[in-house]
């Protein structure tokens, strides 16, 4: 073992009697679940089922999310496996609780550290593993790799810094990089960082570019279009703070004349009093649907300040404008979920995690660039003026969409081998 990954394993062995206060502490600010903190320390809440299992792990929202297709695919094949799904966050465990399949178990990811990882591996026994992303947990992976369990990389992304640093322990990287029998990258530029630093890499799979449209429930979306009327509805979805007053004020600009809805559902749902706040300063009527306030014909801005329903507010929207993009530092939201809806997709400036992403669909006019508030507010006059026109970017991002999905086919041959008989 490397000089930095020894010197990692006896540090996290050193601070791991302080990781139960640290996570009550991070329970009291509700950035954990205070009834589930057991499980970040490994301590399984239920028995593992009998037979093969593979545990698939996505840290956040958007890693978590995309796992669902291969929890799909991994279903679809072998009925009689069981398949565990771990991620690191509250929001991302509510979501996963209304979309996971019934039989899928969810837990919260332990935290890396030696009696943590031991106890986890030790509960569920896993034959192989599936990380999403970047996850390189030392302690998790090498005595995951002890034990014998096959490992995977899929939808590998790795930035240009994190390669940096990285690099600046090789040793490590390398040996961490070892560990997996597959690493297939998300796009051309992770698939040379990460074999810069000593990974043998396999095709290309960003699983966030297939799936289906996020679901919807036909009674709530009869009553939603109900309360909406003739009303155009402009979706800003996954916002960030910062981002709702500048997309309301391009929202104003663009409804002079008309009475459009501006929906706002921010990324984080408890943010909703703070964002009703800001645009209700602004002169804007607002009703948060947390809340239970009603949606009526005056009412501005919609917050939809609630999980699991983003597939009801794109079924109402003709625009999607994706938050994440129009603040520096967040990179971006998959745009692929407006996209398999047919809705038309405006982003910000600042979209580096879904670059290549956006590349391919601005080519195909399935999307379009707002550099800023002004540049905004003229894009969706522009859509609300031409329907038409909002209309066939839809249709463009789905066209792309659907064609997706034969990367998942191909990422399901190369993992095929690494299952349990």
């Known amino acids: 073992m490397s000089f930095a990954l020894s010197a990692y394993r006896a540090a996290t062995g050193l601070l791991e009697p302080l990781a139960g206060g640290v996570l009550r502490a991070r329970a009291s600010k509700g950035k954990e679940d205070a009834a589930r903190l057991g499980e970040r320390l490994g301590r399984a809440d239920r028995p593992r089922p009998e037979g093969p299992l593979v545990w698939l792990h996505g840290v956040s929202v958007g890693e978590s999310l995309s796992l669902l297709p291969l929890v799909d695919a991994l279903r679809t094949r072998r009925p009689r496996l069981n398949v565990l799904v771990t991620s690191g966050t509250v929001t991302s465990a509510e979501l996963l609780a209304q979309r996971l399949p019934e039989g899928v178990i ?60 990285w690099a600046r322990a090789p040793g490590a990287a390398r040996e961490l990089l070892d560990a997996f029998d597959l690493v297939l990258p998300q796009d051309p530029a992770s698939a040379e960082r990460f074999e810069r630093l000593g990974a043998k890499t396999g095709p290309q799979l960003n699983l966030k570019l297939v799936g289906g449209a996020p679901p919807t429930d036909s009674v709530a979306l009869a009553r939603f279009r109900e309360l909406i009327g003739d009303r155009s509805v402009i979706a800003a979805v996954s916002t960030h703070p910062g981002e709702e007053p500048l997309i309301a004020a391009a929202f104003v600009e663009a409804a002079a004349g008309r009475r459009p809805l501006l929906i706002v559902a921010p990324r984080h749902p408890d943010r909703g009093v703070g964002v009703a706040e800001a645009l209700q300063s602004s002169g804007l009527r607002t009703a948060r649907r947390a809340a239970g306030e009603p949606l009526k014909g005056e009412t501005d801005v919609y917050i939809a300040d609630t999980l699991g329903e983003l597939g009801l507010l794109l079924s109402v929207a003709s625009v999607a404008v994706m938050g994440g993009s129009f603040v520096e530092g967040i990179g971006g939201h998959n745009p692929l979920e407006p996209a398999r809806m047919g809705v038309a997709v405006v982003t910000g400036p600042h979209h580096f995690n879904a670059a290549a992403i956006y590349a391919e669909m601005f080519e195909r006019v399935a999307a379009i660039e707002a550099r800023d508030e002004a540049e905004l507010g003229r894009h969706l006059t522009g859509l609300l003026d031409y329907p038409h026109i909002a209309r066939r970017i839809g249709e463009a991002g789905l066209t792309y969409a659907e064609a997706q999905g034969a990367a998942l086919d191909q990422a399901m041959a190369l993992l095929e081998p690494l299952l349990p008989t």
């Open 106 to 165: 969810h837990q919260f990811a332990p935290v890396d550290a030696p009696g943590a990882a031991r106890r986890f591996l030790a509960h569920w026994r896993p034959d192989l593993a599936v990380f999403v992303e970047s996850e390189l947990w030392p302690n998790l992976l090498s005595q995951a790799r002890l034990r014998g369990v096959r490992l995977a990389l899929v939808s590998a992304r790795i930035t240009e810094a994190s390669a940096a640093s």
